[in-house]
T-cell receptor, first 116, second 115 residues
Framework: GAVVSQHPSRVICKSGTSVKIECRSLDFQATTMFWYRQFPKQSLMLMATSNEGSKATYEQGVEKDKFLINHASLTLSTLTVTSAHPEDSSFYIC????????????FGSGTRLTVV | AQKITQTQPGMFVQEKEAVTLDCTYDTSDQSYGLFWYKQPSSGEMIFLIYQGSYDEQNATEGRYSLNFQKARKSANLVISASQLGDSAMYFCAMRELYNFNKFYFGSGTKLNVKP
């Protein structure tokens, strides 16, 4: 089955530093990848949609300069949280779409970011 | 208005019994898809079951079935013969044809299976 690898699974960083999270589709080419944010005990909120080779489309209220998304290849998308602050602490999860079928979406295992 | 509503923040069920998790949705689109995902404490989102708006039969996947009532705009998940490993958060989600890539997620239901 389709597998999406997300790395790292947990990261702790100091306030003011940047953190990069990777999302890789291991056995399929992902035409589109999605980044979600999830606060404790809450639902997933879509942050942005990225298509390979083009600029990401950000949801309303998401700062594109703070959450940099790069989808450089059909198997890799990265989310960089720039100048992280404690309020950026959250669970970030990616999803990749293989372009086929009604359920061609696979989620990564998520990254728990803690900014201290 | 909320696109997806899950009114049960938490549910308890006895092991081996069946449980129904409620989900209602709001859309004016004629073509849409409904999904249920399981999220254990480790965080990954596990796909459980899918129902298309034009599917006449209720979807089933092993112990999971989706009670789709289109007129009432409800898509309840039924888990039969609950197991301890079913304890997790469960999210209902919808995708509309006109905005094919965007998922709307409900607020989730925390299911606890008691031995």
């Amino acid at each position: 089955g389709a597998v999406v690898s997300q790395h790292p699974s947990r990261v702790i960083c100091k306030s003011g530093t940047s953190v990069k999270i990777e999302c890789r589709s291991l056995d399929f080419q992902a035409t589109t990848m999605f980044w979600y944010r999830q606060f404790p005990k809450q639902s997933l909120m879509l942050m942005a949609t990225s298509n390979e080779g083009s600029k990401a489309t950000y949801e309303q209220g998401v700062e594109k300069d703070k959450f940099l998304i790069n989808h450089a290849s059909l198997t890799l998308s990265t989310l960089t949280v720039t100048s992280a602050h404690p309020e950026d602490s959250s669970f970030y999860i990616c999803s990749a779409f293989n372009g086929q079928g009604t359920n061609g979406y696979t989620f990564g295992s998520g990254t728990r970011l803690t900014v201290v | 208005a909320q696109k997806i509503t899950q009114t049960q923040p938490g549910m308890f069920v006895q092991e081996k019994e069946a449980v129904t998790l409620d989900c209602t949705y709001d859309t004016s689109d004629q073509s849409y898809g409904l999904f249920w995902y399981k999220q254990p404490s480790s965080g990954e989102m596990i796909f459980l079951i899918y129902q298309g708006s034009y599917d006449e039969q209720n979807a089933t996947e092993g112990r999971y079935s989706l009670n789709f009532q289109k007129a009432r705009k409800s898509a309840n998940l039924v888990i039969s013969a609950s197991q301890l490993g079913d304890s997790a958060m469960y999210f209902c989600a919808m995708r509309e044809l006109y905005n094919f890539n965007k998922f709307y997620f409900g607020s989730g239901t925390k299911l606890n299976v008691k031995p």
